[in-house]
């Protein structure tokens, strides 16, 4: 199985900060890797897919990057809506593998 | 608007059995693969199975197969994960979620709101 690790495990973060989330791949992946947003409770929410596509309806303060290995989410200016936890996950395997999940929490 | 709307979890001893469903509506089910994820409690989501869209195909999580069994009845718009052998570890909310491939990007767009598997004596 392809083993995702993502980095850090939480984060504590005020409003208008940027953040970044690194999420790395046990072998490459091309570009199919996808982020998801989970507040408690609730289920995941899709972010971005194919590494860097935004999902429709998320804001732009959103971006991904990344290919092979190695990818990262951005959030530009943390706003109160966006304290959640953040999950990597790989989709270049039929098997898919998540990340542990990054919780984002207000500092 | 893509509704899937899981049922059937619940209290069941270890070594016990239960049979999760997913009602899907608002799209065409017979087109799409679906899967099941997981989540125990405090920890991150792990996917369990998929199923391609006439059922031909299934894949598991290498941790249970043997023990789980994903079908789909694509006349009814149901999703099933029939799980024996049940162990306290499997305690989770599951969820099915939707499966959008494309020429370049598989991802899982829609999802459940998850039913609560417990296993306890």
């Known amino acids: 199985d392809i083993q995702m690790t993502q980095s850090p495990s939480s984060l504590s973060a005020s409003v208008g900060d940027r953040v970044t989330i690194t999420c790395r791949a046990s072998?490459?992946?091309?570009?199919?890797l996808n982020w998801y947003q989970q507040k408690p409770g609730k289920a995941p929410k899709l972010l971005i897919y194919a590494a860097s596509t935004l999902n429709r309806g998320v804001p732009s303060r959103f971006s991904g990057r990344g290919s092979g290995t190695d990818f990262a989410l951005t959030i530009r200016s943390l706003q109160p809506e966006d304290f959640a936890t953040y999950s990597c996950q790989q989709s270049y395997s039929i098997r898919a593998t998540f990340g542990g999940g990054t919780k984002v929490e207000i500092k | 608007e893509v509704q899937l709307v899981e049922s059937g979890g619940g209290l069941v001893q270890p070594g016990g059995s239960l049979r999760l469903s997913c009602a899907a509506s608002?799209?065409?089910?017979?087109?799409?693969?679906m899967s099941w994820v997981r989540q125990a409690p405090g920890k991150g989501l792990e996917w369990v199975a998929n199923i391609k869209e006439d059922g031909s195909e299934k894949y598991y999580m290498d941790s249970e197969k043997g023990r789980f069994t994903i079908s789909r009845d694509n006349a009814k718009n149901l999703l099933y994960l029939q799980m024996n052998s049940l162990r306290a570890e499997d305690t989770a909310v599951y969820y099915c979620?939707?499966?959008?491939?494309?020429?370049?990007?598989?991802?899982?767009?829609?999802w459940g709101q998850g039913t609560l598997v417990t296993v306890s004596s």
């Open positions: 608002g799209f065409t089910f017979s087109s799409y693969w």
């Open positions: 072998q490459h992946i091309n570009n199919f």
């Open positions: 979620a939707r499966d959008f491939w494309s020429g370049d990007s598989d991802h899982f767009d829609y």
